[in-house]
């Protein structure tokens, strides 16, 4: 169902502090929505609560950590006590990681997991309750990604996360059918965020030149993050199903209805050329 009016409609982001997330916080913000910010980064999110206050704008900042069940249920606890329940809930916190799959230990499984998928699961299942009772048209966004709809070398357990993340919202879209909760999937392409900055977020086996490689060519070939925000903006206001958003989104989607093999191919030939491999 869409809201074309975000005029003091109550949205609540995670990952908030930084990238897509503080992006999308600023677009809302510009149409007049009440943000709920959410991140682990305490700075990060003074410094944005600052900047929507300083332009007029309403916010109220969390400090969270999405992987904690019992934490995500008490910041929704208190937020329907102090807000009432959200009008759009935007599940966007998530961490890359790259590396080939044997190449790679498997410590970082369960955090890529526990981030991107289950940080999902707990927004969803935390907030989703009170939207369905307030009711009227309220939507969830669920940030997933050009790989859940086919991924390049090297991200195994990115790739995997995000598949399921897009897994779940489809299962979300018909359990929710029957209601005025609209189920966003959001499938960002190549963005220009610092996702493949962090050393935490890459393979002891992924060398220096390798990952200087990628980093220019999410600079060179990425979009900005005001993009995907705009999109999440449209999707909301337009109660869109599905938004692929940045380049090579669309292609890939397209590509594979036509042939997987094809679309094979190709991901391994530009792998190959730009350091994923």
């Given at each position: 169902m869409a809201i074309a009016d975000l005029k003091n409609k109550k949205v609540l982001i995670t990952g908030a502090a930084s990238g897509?997330?503080?992006?999308?916080a600023l677009a809302f913000a510009r149409r007049g929505a009440i943000l709920l910010l959410c991140d682990i980064d305490t700075s990060g999110l003074a410094a944005l609560s600052q900047q929507?206050?300083?332009?007029?704008?309403?916010?109220?900042s969390y400090e969270i950590d999405v992987t904690d069940a019992t934490a995500m249920a008490?910041?929704?606890?208190?937020?329907?006590?102090?807000?009432?329940?959200?009008?759009?809930?935007?599940n966007n916190a998530g961490v890359g990681y790259l590396g080939?799959?044997?190449?790679?230990?498997?410590?970082?499984?369960?955090?890529v997991l526990d981030?991107?998928?289950?940080?999902?699961?707990?927004?969803?299942?935390?907030?989703?309750?009170?939207?369905?009772e307030a009711g009227g048209p309220r939507q969830i966004i669920n940030v997933a990604s050009a790989a859940a709809l086919y991924p390049s070398p090297s991200m195994a357990a990115y790739a995997a996360s995000k598949h399921a993340v897009y897994g779940l919202s489809e299962v979300l879209k018909m359990e929710l059918n029957d209601t005025e909760i609209q189920v966003t999937t959001v499938?960002?392409?190549?963005?220009?965020?610092?996702?493949?900055?962090n050393r935490r977020n890459i393979a002891a086996s992924v060398g220096v030149e390798q990952i200087?490689?990628?980093?220019?060519?999410y600079q060179n070939k990425g979009c900005d993050p005001e993009l995907v925000a705009e999109s999440m903006v449209?999707?909301?206001?337009?109660?869109?199903?599905?938004?692929?958003?940045?380049?090579?989104?669309?292609?890939?989607?397209?590509l594979r209805r036509l042939s997987v093999g094809l679309l094979r191919r190709i991901v391994l030939k530009d792998a190959r050329k730009i350091g994923y491999l």
């Open positions: 897509i997330g503080r992006a999308t929507i206050v300083d332009a007029g704008g309403q916010c109220f008490e910041l929704a606890a208190g937020i329907h006590v102090a807000q009432g329940a959200v009008d759009v809930l935007i080939r799959f044997l190449d790679s230990d498997l410590n970082h499984w369960p955090r981030i991107n998928l289950m940080g999902v699961v707990h927004g969803c299942y935390c907030f989703l309750p009170r939207m369905i499938c960002p392409g190549v963005i220009n965020t610092p996702i493949v900055a200087s490689r990628l980093q220019q060519y449209q999707a909301v206001q337009q109660g869109r199903d599905l938004v692929l958003v940045g380049p090579f989104a669309r292609l890939i989607f397209q």
